[in-house]
Antibody
Framework: QVQLVESGGGVVQPGRSLRLSCAGSGFIFSGSAMHWVRQAPGKGLEWLAVISYDGSNRHYADSVKGRFTISRDNSKNTLYLQVSSLRREDAAVYYC??????????????????WGRGTTVTVSS | QSALTQPPSASGSPGQSVTLSCTGTSSDVGGYDFVSWYQQYPAKAPKVLIYEVTKRPSGVPDRFSGSKSGNTASLTVSGLQAEDEADYYCSSYAGNNKLVFGGGTKLTVL
């Protein structure tokens, strides 16, 4: 079945970096644009970034641009989010999600039809 | 890239209809037909209910419907059921390859 599984979360000190992973299965991962979305405890959803099917195009929310990096390795069917200079406000459940489009020619559908269960990042000294 | 505005809470009795609103600007909701709605149960991942304002993915009951007027999008839940008690989030394309979510509405079935 179509599945996304996030990993890499944990307890991290402020100022440190972390790489989150998202493994896709049950669909043609290399043909799908992918998103990262986070949800702070008790708060709403926040879109973070999108990457095209081949990784050639990436776009970020203004709030994380320059500090977060989205990437993918289609040979491993895996999406990544590098989070740098972690702040306490980065504590959240991080979800990866599939865009129904490939993102070819920057043509995204900008909704998410498949979601992972999320991985939790806690920022604490 | 400001969050869309959703009322924090809404409620209705079983069998009734309830409409949830999502207000943005001409730079997001009003400017594009890329509004989506998601349902989220506690400690679960969101699930898409509506995309492109009015379209329903296969498997989503037709009790859920979407619409838009100007800068405000709406999700109507008809024939309210106990299982509809959840958080609901709207999202909209906001130009420049960016997406914005609303703050969410907690729907209570009385």
């Amino acid at each position: 079945q179509v599945q996304l599984v996030e990993s890499g979360g944990g307890v991290v000190q402020p100022g440190r970096s972390l790489r989150l992973s998202c493994a896709g299965s049950g669909f043609i991962f290399s043909g799908s644009a992918m998103h990262w979305v986070r949800q702070a405890p008790g708060k709403g959803l926040e879109w973070l970034a999108v990457i095209s099917y081949d990784g050639s195009n990436r776009h970020y929310a203004d709030s994380v641009k320059g500090r977060f990096t989205i990437s993918r390795d289609n040979s491993k069917n895996t999406l990544y989010l590098q989070v740098s200079s972690l702040r306490r406000e980065d504590a959240a459940v991080y979800y990866c999600a599939r865009d129904p489009s490939s993102g070819f020619g920057e043509d995204y559908q900008f909704y998410m039809d498949v979601w992972g269960r999320g991985t939790t990042v806690t920022v604490s000294s | 890239q400001s969050a869309l505005t959703q009322p924090p809470s809404a409620s209705g009795s079983p069998g009734q209809s309830v409409t949830l609103s999502c207000t943005g600007t001409s730079s997001d909701v009003g400017g594009y037909d890329f509004v989506s709605w998601y349902q989220q149960y506690p400690a679960k991942a969101p699930k898409v209910l509506i995309y492109e304002v009015t379209k329903r993915p296969s498997g989503v009951p037709d009790r859920f419907s979407g619409s838009k007027s100007g800068n405000t999008a709406s999700l109507t839940v008809s024939g309210l059921q106990a299982e509809d008690e959840a958080d609901y989030y709207c999202s909209s394309y906001a130009g420049n390859n960016k997406l914005v979510f609303g703050g969410g509405t907690k729907l209570t079935v009385l």
